[in-house]
């Protein structure tokens, strides 16, 4: 195991790269390559900064713009999806941190376990739609996968002293509860996309904040947290704990409940995911326990979020249910943020994906990303 020394940040423009960018110039880390979708002016910044080999826009007016902006560098800007991969496996690059959001995120984080790179995953939607395929990739080449979700790094730091992982009792994955925590499902119907975005503790991109809303957030990751740690969802609970403090909980057979407490500040899961197996010096403030607020935990509402509820039954059924819960979802947001559908709008549509597409067991990549395609076409269909 060896702590990085250089990176490759796949979407960097977004709150996790820009967080992993300023780790990085904190750690004195080298970049080899970033990635992002349209934002040419943050991406020509970062580069013009970082100095990276390798810059990549998935749109291809994007890319053809940079090229232009960055023709007095020496970076090599490449355009569309497919040169994710090349990011991705670029040979500078020891460390791959995963942020972009989406399914775009499987096949380059596919190509960087090939590759044996250490794999700082902040994409939960590779876990929750090919994680099986992730999983025994990554066991196949000895790549490492350190999750970045504060949650999933919570719990990799709770288990790093257990050698067995049948002495887990069950993981318990803490949750703010979002912006419309007490609410009842038919008082938040009427929520719309600022209220959506308003997110008590954290900072982040207008996708996650949406799922964290629904609660869709939490159900996926949970079934990240059942991938990662090749657990049944039986072994996997969710308590709602407003103050985002304690990120996550591991309860052991004998009793012992081990929990990662920290402020709410993402940069402590990316700093941790490059320095691993060491802990780095950090800069931030860090939590002082007689100055923050009371601790408290309660059962989520699964009537008032129905996305929670259906997340996990995806889980339970496996297969491809989980491709098509996280195409439905994307896609529904997508039009929630665009305000073409309203709160309520996002399960339904998801639900009706998950009843109408059948659901095939063991999958191989090309029946996941099929399921993913029929998962997005059939919230248009129903939308039009």
């Not at 960097?12 to 080899?32: F, K």
């Not at 990549?56 to 007016?61: C, I, K, P, S």
């Not at 500078?92 to 995963?98: L, N, Y």
């Not at 509860?177 to 991109?205: C, I, Q, V």
Request: net charge negative; hydrophobic share 45%.
């Amino acid at each position: 195991m060896k702590t990085t020394n250089t990176i490759s940040i796949l979407g960097s423009t977004g709150s996790i790269g820009r967080q992993t960018l300023e780790v990085a110039e904190e750690m004195e880390l080298r970049v080899a390559a970033i990635t992002a979708n349209s934002s040419v002016e943050r991406t020509e910044a970062q580069a013009r900064k970082f100095k990276p080999a390798l810059a990549v826009m998935t749109d291809e007016a994007a890319a053809k713009d940079l090229a232009v902006r960055l023709a007095d560098t020496g970076t090599k800007v490449l355009g569309g999806l497919a040169a994710l991969e090349e990011a991705a496996t670029i040979p500078e690059a020891d460390t791959v941190v995963t942020a972009v959001v989406g399914m775009v995120g499987l096949k380059p984080t596919l190509a960087a376990i090939g590759e044996k790179k250490r794999i700082a995953l902040a994409n939960k939607e590779t876990l929750v739609c090919a994680g099986e395929l992730v999983m025994d990739a990554a066991d196949a080449s000895g790549a490492e996968i350190i999750p970045v979700d504060s949650e999933h790094s919570a719990i990799f730091q709770c288990v790093q002293g257990c050698a067995d992982r049948g002495e887990i009792k069950r993981l318990v994955l803490t949750c703010s509860g979002g912006p419309f925590y007490g609410m009842s499902y038919e008082e938040n119907g009427s929520m719309t996309r600022a209220d959506a975005l308003k997110h008590p503790n954290w900072k982040m991109g207008p996708k996650i904040t949406v799922d964290c809303a629904t609660l869709m957030n939490k159900g996926l990751e949970v079934i990240e947290a059942m991938r990662l740690y090749r657990l049944p969802l039986e072994q996997v609970d969710v308590v709602v704990h407003r103050q985002s403090i304690v990120h996550s909980l591991v309860e052991y057979h004998d009793g012992a409940v081990l929990a990662q407490l920290g402020t709410p500040d993402m940069r402590l899961p990316i700093r941790y995911a490059m320095t691993y197996p060491k802990r780095g010096v950090s800069m931030a403030e860090p939590l002082d326990l007689l100055t923050c607020p009371p601790l408290t935990f309660a059962l989520p509402d699964r009537e008032a979020f129905p996305c929670l509820r259906l997340a996990e039954e995806a889980a339970k059924e496996g297969g491809t249910a989980c491709a098509v819960l996280n195409a439905a979802n994307e896609e529904a947001v997508k039009l929630f943020l665009e305000d073409r559908i309203g709160f309520h709008d996002i399960p339904c549509l998801v639900a009706k994906a998950r009843e109408c597409i059948p659901v095939t067991a063991a999958p191989s990549l090309e029946t996941i990303l099929e399921a993913d395609r029929a998962g997005r076409e059939l919230v248009w269909k129903e939308f039009e």
